[in-house]
């Protein structure tokens, strides 16, 4: 084995020794590779990180359907039959429309000032992020987002609390991923919408101050103006605002706001969209608003309001839209001429009869709430205000501070109340709490609802005076008891089980047994006059007449329960007591909704239509999502119904009928026919009428807001005095409308045979003569009332 040996060193040259090599420049500089490398992955990979949210670590992005139907939140638009846009429900006000229909300064003023290499980039104007970056060092504030990237933002609420991930807590990295996010999103649009589509959203999307999304409800609302017809400098303006819709909101801060529109011009100016010139000029001029603010819902305040709001609220939960801003089409049942005549007739005549009504009390120097002996009630409104709301809030407030409340219920400051003293129906006064509610007690209330009663549209719907100030509906919220218009209930009930109009039956005094509660009972009704005739009346003599003798026994004859159970078949769905006096309307209190509804089944051949306020639904795009058809059921015979007609009819032409101050009014040509039934409760705490024509169902009902707030007799109080002038206004601005296309005329004949004698001569030769008087007047029914036999009526 060879000897290993050290190695000989060569021999010394007199050279400077060589100092060994360094390699640790070698090895950072390797690192440096990597570590650039792995950058450069990072970016190619980091926007696919976003983008895909990985490991929740970012945050949602929009999607290709997001992307390609993105979905802005547009206001829903309510529309009457006939086309009239009546309101709005929205939480950000919105109303799109195309780029053609906004001005073109309004579209090179925005790109003057917000993106003036929009038409070079893709996107991202790099140039803007770098200066952007480069002004952030030096402490400026300088945007570099397109508008492109803009859009972005508030198309998709990239930086709303659903957008983050687990990174988007993490200050600083939060901004970083959702600017990633931005654009991203931005290049996205761009490669999918041409420049003009992506304007066209951006002006339709963004917020310009005081609720106004969007640019045709900006310049509605700055300038009372369209898109299209913006002057220069209004177009400045709304695009300055566009920075900052509060600091430059030209209403509250009008300095702020003329110094940004001028800026605006500016850039303008330096884009050569104006010459110099003309740019001074409007620098020169001062901003003139002419402002108004929708509130969140627009439209005039009416009472079907809330009950259309209350049916599409419960169709959007049940399908997952939201009325608030999906930009729905709402179309209704409701015709606004029809409702304009509605409340034009009611208001016409409230308003005399609230004069008449006053005059009646001051001249008995008495409050109008009084008991039953018409004695004015102690401490009545000392006793109602602690049932209010307000008296609540006080109270709670002032709790064990018994004369701080008093003082609070006696401040008097000024108040806008109603009035009918002006046109406009308000007027401001100095009350207290306690003055206002005592005001508002003395007026009489009304509710009125036509339907067509084939197809169960509602066609008008007024629920009080004036909704800014009564806010409590009387067509569907209040119910009362409806008096003699429940007495065709009675009818009906015998007609469908043999009985025809025909028969007979005297109007005397009669005494009714029955048992209740095991306990045997009597109850002796009385006529309102306590007179009785003795005549042997036919069902329609006496029906027309509204005969409370022979109403109550011929419910005695066809017994109580099944005039419940039938007033339920044709629309009735509140409860209703299987009593004696039934007939007479004080087995429940019912509202004008429900009795329209049931009279409604008599005109449709039997048929219940089920009252509609919808027609249908569109989305944005004007797509039919939903429509909603008539709901129908057989209730009643086809000839049981036509029936009921002809009885109703009898109103107007019996002698005597309570329906024939209907003569006094435009209604009579053509061979025009009109069915109807007055009604009056007791102490004429309620008046009704309901009528009948071949094309529509009408029901009116007025009263006080208590049942002790009412008139003392007859001449003054009872439903054809107070109710039926209003149906007969309304149908002779009806009539008047020839647009509408309702038109008089008879009722339709029965197809076929009537099998029952319906026609008969009545006990008096048929003239015309005064309406007969007609309320409930109840002889022991009061005692058996409170001795248990039957419930206790409110209004007695």
């Known amino acids: ?108 003023a925005l790109i003057a000032t917000e993106d003036v290499r929009y038409y070079e980039h893709s996107g991202i104007d790099l140039a803007a992020v770098l200066g952007g970056a480069v002004s952030s060092l030096r402490g400026e504030k300088r945007g570099g987002s397109t ?45 999918r919408y041409t420049k003009e589509e992506i304007l066209r959203m951006y002006l339709n999307t963004v917020e310009y101050g005081s609720s106004a999304f969007g640019i045709k409800v900006a310049a509605k609302t700055f300038f009372n103006t369209s898109p299209d017809s913006l002057k220069p400098e209004e177009a400045a303006m709304l695009v300055g605002v566009l920075n900052n819709p509060t600091a430059f909101n030209p209403k509250f801060h009008p300095a702020a706001a003329l110094r940004r529109r001028n800026v605006v011009l500016d850039r303008m100016g330096q884009a050569n969209v104006l010459p110099a010139a003309e740019i001074a000029a409007l620098k020169a001029k001062p901003i003139v608003l002419d402002y108004h603010v929708e509130p969140h819902i627009d439209g005039p305040d009416t009472y079907f309001r809330s009950a259309v709001s209350q049916f599409v609220d419960a169709w959007c939960d049940s399908t997952g839209h939201d009325m608030y801003r999906d930009g729905l089409k709402i179309y209704l049942t409701i015709d606004s001429r029809m409702q304009a005549h509605a409340e034009e007739a009611l208001h016409e005549r409230m308003k005399t009869l609230q004069r008449q009504f006053d005059n009646f009390w001051r001249n008995r120097g008495k409050n109008p709430w009084v008991d039953d002996e018409g004695n004015e009630i102690p401490d009545f409104i000392a006793t109602q205000m602690k049932r209010t709301e307000s008296y609540k809030t006080l109270a709670n407030r002032y709790r064990n501070q018994p004369q701080r409340l008093d003082s609070a219920l006696n401040a008097k400051r000024p108040m806008k109340v109603f009035t009918w003293k002006k046109d406009d129906n308000d007027t401001t006064l100095v009350m207290s709490p306690l003055d206002s509610l005592a005001y508002y007690k003395h007026f009489l209330q009304s509710g009125m609802m036509s339907m067509d009663p084939f197809t169960g549209q509602i066609k008008a719907w007024v629920g009080g005076l004036d909704y800014r100030f009564f806010q409590y509906d009387h067509v569907k919220q209040g119910k009362r008891q409806a008096g003699s218009t429940f007495k065709p209930f009675v009818y009906l009930t015998a007609l469908d089980n043999g009985y025809s109009p025909c028969d007979r039956i005297r109007d005397q005094r009669v005494t009714i047994n029955y048992v209740e509660n095991g306990q045997p009972m009597e109850w002796k009704p009385d006529n309102v006059t306590r007179e009785y005739t003795g005549i042997n009346m036919t069902l329609r003599h006496a029906m027309a007449r509204s005969v409370n003798s022979v109403t109550a026994q011929l419910t005695e004859k066809v017994g109580w329960e099944n005039v419940a159970k039938y007033a339920h078949k044709v629309g009735i769905t509140s409860p209703l007591l299987p009593v004696p006096s039934i007939g007479l309307g004080s087995a429940g209190d019912v509202s004008v909704y429900e009795m329209v509804d049931a009279y409604s089944t008599f005109m449709n051949t039997g048929f219940r239509s089920e009252p509609r306020l919808v027609t249908r639904i569109e989305d944005r795009n004007g797509n039919v999502i939903k429509q909603f058809d008539p709901k129908q059921r057989r209730a009643i015979a086809p000839e049981t119904a036509w029936l009921m007609l002809y009885m109703l009819r009898g109103g107007m032409d019996e002698p005597g009928g309570t329906s024939q101050a209907l003569w006094e009014y435009e209604l009579w040509k053509k061979n025009n026919q009109i069915g109807g039934k007055t009604g009056t409760t007791s102490n004429y705490s309620d008046g009704w009428y309901m009528g009948v024509t071949k094309d529509l169902v009408t029901g009116v009902w007025v009263g006080g807001e208590d049942r002790s707030i009412h008139f003392q007799g007859s001449q003054q109080g009872e439903g054809g005095r107070t109710a039926l002038p ?63 036999a039957v419930p206790i009526p409110d209004s007695l």
Request: charged share 20%; with cysteine.
């Open 726 to 788: 209003i149906f007969g206004k309304y149908m002779e601005k009806v009539y008047e409308d020839s647009d509408l296309g309702i038109t008089m005329g008879p009722f339709p004949k029965y197809p076929g045979k009537i099998t029952r004698r319906y026609q008969c001569v009545s006990e008096q030769p048929r003239r015309r003569q005064a309406e007969a008087v007609d309320t409930i007047v109840v002889d022991n029914l009061l005692e058996n009332l409170n001795s248990g």
């Open 147 to 191: 508008i492109t990237q803009q859009l972005a933002k508030n198309l998709y609420k990239i930086r709303r609390q659903q957008s983050r991930g687990g990174l988007g807590y993490i200050p600083v990295v939060s901004t970083i991923v959702a600017k990633t996010k931005e654009w991203l999103t931005a290049v996205d649009l761009e490669q």
């Open 1 to 108: 084995m060879a000897d290993l040996k050290p190695p000989i060193s060569a021999p010394s040259t007199g050279a400077k020794p060589q100092a060994p090599r360094r390699r640790w420049p070698l090895r950072v500089s390797r690192w440096a590779w990597v570590l650039f490398g792995l950058v450069i992955i990072f970016f190619l990979v980091y926007p696919f990180l976003v983008s895909t949210n990985f490991m929740f670590l970012f945050g949602k992005s929009p999607s290709l359907s997001d992307l390609e139907n993105p979905k802005v939140e547009q206001a829903s638009e309510l529309y009457t039959s006939d086309g009239v846009l009546i309101g709005k429900y929205f939480r950000e006000n919105r109303s799109p429309v195309p780029l053609s229909q906004m001005s073109p300064l309004l579209i090179k």
